[in-house]
């Protein structure tokens, strides 16, 4: 049977409490967890305060989420210089974990017109510090996930959330253009590759680091996955003549990007990009149609615009282009209209 969330949250400040060396014994023994904004996945996290400042307990379910990869990561990372979250004490067949705590203040929440060339910057050298890292622990980012992920675009978004009957001739379109972009991505030299390297997943810190989360997807490939999600971020856009002139800055510091022509960059970039974003409209979907989680309803149009951005700019993936902007662009906007209302009623 599986326990309540009450249960969960229970059993956690049970485990916190043994798990706690001497030295950190909580300040409040009547165990005050403050919540702390949890993310798409199914983790939860609170605060806990502790003489020496404060630790997070990370309720992880194992049947969802893997902890085992979080730890491996982690110290993978770490080993490189990568400012992640140190890991206290771990239970693995509970889910449960102590981590340091990186604050509140997103890197989302620090962008503006005057701090974001500083702070790209350092996340720009955040990636190439991960892709330094040995690769041959993490799995490939294969052809299988590559399609599989693009699944989640044609079931979740069209069919699911814009009720879109897809006929044959559309479909057949669908499964040229995953191909396109799968054979691209395959492609590309590859790295390790954060896979959700964007602004509410890097924090800054007092010291003016950025703290990196949320890594335990990690795998290897495309070179430009992490780049392209950070600049292109589904949670905050800027003009295209920026995202470029920060991709030529991230591809002349990069030692297995600098000898490569802009041009053929831009493309991996682009349509890796494009990749990232028809899977964000699937799981922005999923998460409000199957996870109640509608506050990220919000972040479909401009996702959506990524996405016809790119395929209007090549001509191999103009004939998506046009059907977007037939069969797709007329019903989103209603659409998300009526969902939001739905959600506020």
Known sequence: ???????????????????????????????????????????????????????????????????????????????????????????YQSGFMLVDDFGDTLLLQALNDNTVDELYGKALDVILQIQKCEPDALPPYSRELLMTELDIYSHWF????????????????????????TEAALQQPKGVVHRDFHSRNLMVLSEGKLGVIDFQGALHGPILYDAVSL????????????????LRLFIKSHPRLKEVSFETCLKWFDWIGLQRHLKCLGIFSRLWLRDNKPRYLREIPATFAYVLDVCERYEELAYHAKWLRQSVAPILDDCIASTRKETEQ
């Open 158 to 181: 069209l069919k699911e959330l814009l009720r879109l009957e897809v006929e044959s001739r559309s479909n057949n379109q669908l499964d040229r253009l995953f191909e396109l972009l």
């Open 231 to 246: 600049l292109k971020d589904c949670y905050i856009s800027w003009p295209r003549h920026k995202v470029e002139s920060w």
């Open 1 to 91: 049977m599986t326990p309540s969330p009450n249960d969960r949250l229970q059993q956690l400040k049970q485990w916190a409490y043994k798990a706690l060396t001497p030295g950190q014994a909580l300040l409040d023994r009547d165990g005050q967890m403050s919540p702390v904004g949890g993310d798409a996945g199914f983790r939860n996290y609170y605060r806990l305060q502790v003489p020496e400042g404060t630790l997070l307990a990370v309720d992880a379910p194992p049947e969802t989420e893997d902890s085992h990869a979080f730890v491996s990561i982690a110290g993978l990372l770490k080993a490189q210089g990568v400012c992640v979250p140190d890991v206290h004490s771990v239970d």
